[in-house]
């Protein structure tokens, strides 16, 4: 398990993953947003709390117009996949 403060800047998202046991993040700053594969993207503000069940597939990230910061409790290994920068929101 690991617990990290991750910030975003403006317009800043990670690659599509999966994280092998799971993934909780809570905003603590700022919005942005989340997809979970095959879904549209969600926005994200602070106080929200986002549950990526295991080896499900996601990507998150800052809106365009601010940071984000969230607190991310990722369960097992990390699994990078291609690039979400072509994704809507």
Same mark, same amino acid.
């Given at each position: 398990?690991?617990?990290? !403060?991750?910030?975003?800047? #403006?317009?800043?998202?990670?690659?599509?993953?999966?994280? +092998? $046991? $799971?993934? !909780? *993040?809570?905003?603590? =700053?700022?919005?942005?947003?989340?997809? #979970? #594969?095959? =879904?549209? +993207?969600?926005?994200?503000?602070?106080?929200?709390?986002? !549950?990526?069940?295991?080896?499900?597939?996601?990507?998150?990230?800052?809106? +365009? %117009?601010?940071?984000? +910061?969230?607190?991310?409790?990722?369960?097992? =290994?990390?699994?990078? *996949?291609?690039?979400?920068? %072509?994704?809507?929101?």
């Amino acid at each position: 398990m690991r617990v990290s !403060v991750v910030r975003f800047e #403006r317009g800043v998202r990670n690659h599509w993953h999966r994280h +092998a $046991g $799971g993934q !909780v *993040l809570h905003v603590i =700053e700022g919005e942005g947003y989340v997809q #979970r #594969r095959g =879904e549209p +993207a969600r926005r994200i503000r602070g106080g929200d709390t986002v !549950v990526a069940q295991p080896d499900e597939e996601h990507w998150h990230g800052a809106t +365009a %117009d601010g940071p984000m +910061a969230h607190i991310a409790v990722s369960i097992g =290994e990390i699994t990078w *996949l291609e690039s979400s920068a %072509d994704e809507p929101v």
